[in-house]
C-alpha cells in the first residue's frame, strides 16, 4: 500500500507511520506515569516499594508478585478474602467525590487506585508462558480475581475457565458499590463533598492474552458488546448512579495496567461535567433548528466525504472536522439512537464490523499505538432524547499535552483531519486486500 499524500511532512512513499522516525509521532521514551508506579526510567523508592507491598500485603515489588503468583497459584485461592473487596473496604480506604467550586467540576479522590500493580514493564522481562500462568485475566487463573459479576460461557459452572467475555469487579476501583458511612451527606462547608459510591467493573474482552480487540474474531466483538449492554442496562436500574461510562484504555501511554485485552465500566453518583456539557449543546442546538446536532453532524460528514473513513448499513467512522488530537475517530449511528443500551442487538454485527475495521487502521498505520476509547452515551433519564446520538471516540496517544493546552483548554492537533482520514483509508483497502 502507498499513500498518495503527505501528511504533515511525511513523505508519500512511506507506507506507515512506523516507517517514519518515531520522534516525529512519539517520543524515543514513554511520558512519566503518575508517582507510585515502576518505571523503566526511574529508581524505585521506598515509598514506591511500600505501595507495590500493600497489593498482596507481603511483596515489595509488582515482578515479584507475579513471580511468586506463578509459582504457588494454589496460595491465590484464599487470598481475596484477606484482601479488602472493592465491596468491603475500610471507610479511610473508599473513594469520596469532592466538588470544584471554580469550573463545577466533580474529582473523584481514590486512594486506593495509586496501589495497583502496573503489569507494563514487565512485557520484556518474562516469557509468553509465564506471562499467561502469572495474568490474573488469563483462563484458568479465574481464582487470582475477585468472583465473577458476569460472564459468557457454553457451561453454567460459576468462575469457570471456559468462559468467552468475563465480568469481573476492578480490584482497585474509583468508586464502590456500598457508600462511604462518613461521607453520605454533602459538606455544609465552602468545601462541599460526597460520598464516592457507584461501580467500576473490568470487562475481559477475550480468553486469549495477545489478541487486541481489533484483531478479534466479528462474533467475539458482538459478545463484548452484548455483555457491556447487560451490564450498561442493569447498573442504570440502579437509581443512584446517574451517568454510565464505557471505556478502554490500550497502551502504556493510555494509562493501562494490564496487558490482557480488557475495557471498563464506571458508573457515577453525579454526571461528568463534561458529559452534561455535550448533551446541553446539543439540547440548545435542537431548540433552536429542530434538527439533532450529532445527525446533522453526521450527515454533513458524509455529504463531505474526505473524513470518511469507513461506512455500512448501520454506522459510519470519521475523523471529525475538529478532531482534538491526531487520528481522532468517531463511530456513530446512522439512525436516531440516544442510548447505547438501547442498540438493537441486530445491529451489533455492524457495529462490530466497523470498530474492527477502524481499530485495524489504526493498528497498521500508526504502529500499534496507545489509544483510548470511550462510549459516549445519553445521560439517565434522557436516554429517549432525540437531540443526541452515542457514540464511540478513539482516541489515539501520539503526543503529550503542551502547557499552553492544558492552561487554556484549547486543544493543537498537529495532523489534518483529512490528510489523517486519507491515511487511514489507504490503510483500510490494502488490510481488506490482504484478508
Known sequence: MANSRSIHGIPPDHATFAAWPPCRFRHDKPPMVAFGRTHPYRRRTSVVDDWNATTLGRFTSTRRQVDWIAQNP??????????????????????????????????????????????????????????????????????????????????????????????????????????????????????????????????????????????????????????????????????????????KNHGEWAGTSMHHPHCQLIATPVVPRQSRQKFTIAEEYYDRTGVGLYSRLLEEELNEQTRVLAVNEGFAAVLPYASHVPFETWILPRTQQSSFGSVPSSQLPALAEILKRALRAIHAGLDNPSFNMTIDTAPRGDESKPWFLWHIQILPRLTRRSGFELGSGMPINTVLPEDAASFLRDVDRANAIGD
Open 74 to 247: 494454589a496460595s491465590c485461592d484464599h487470598a481475596w478474602p484477606q484482601v479488602s473487596s472493592p465491596y468491603r473496604r475500610q471507610s479511610s480506604d473508599m473513594s469520596t467525590l469532592r466538588y470544584d467550586v471554580t469550573t463545577n467540576d466533580w474529582v473523584i479522590v481514590a486512594p486506593s487506585r495509586a496501589r495497583r500493580p502496573i503489569e507494563q514493564p514487565l512485557r520484556n522481562t518474562v516469557s509468553p508462558k509465564t506471562a499467561v500462568q502469572s495474568c490474573p485475566f488469563c483462563p484458568g487463573n479465574e481464582r487470582m480475581t475477585p468472583p465473577e459479576i458476569d460472564a459468557v460461557r457454553p457451561g453454567s459452572n460459576l468462575n469457570a475457565d471456559d468462559w468467552r467475555v468475563r465480568v469481573i469487579p476492578n480490584l482497585f476501583p474509583a468508586l464502590q458499590i456500598e457508600e462511604n458511612p462518613d461521607s453520605r451527606t454533602e459538606s455544609s462547608s465552602f468545601f462541599r463533598y460526597r460520598g464516592g459510591c457507584g461501580a467500576h467493573e473490568v470487562f475481559i474482552e477475550s480468553p486469549h492474552h495477545e489478541l487486541a480487540l481489533g484483531d478479534q474474531p466479528p462474533d467475539q466483538i458482538v459478545l463484548l458488546f452484548q455483555m457491556l449492554q447487560r451490564r450498561y442496562n442493569d447498573l442504570l436500574r440502579d437509581p443512584r448512579f446517574q451517568a454510565i461510562l464505557i471505556f
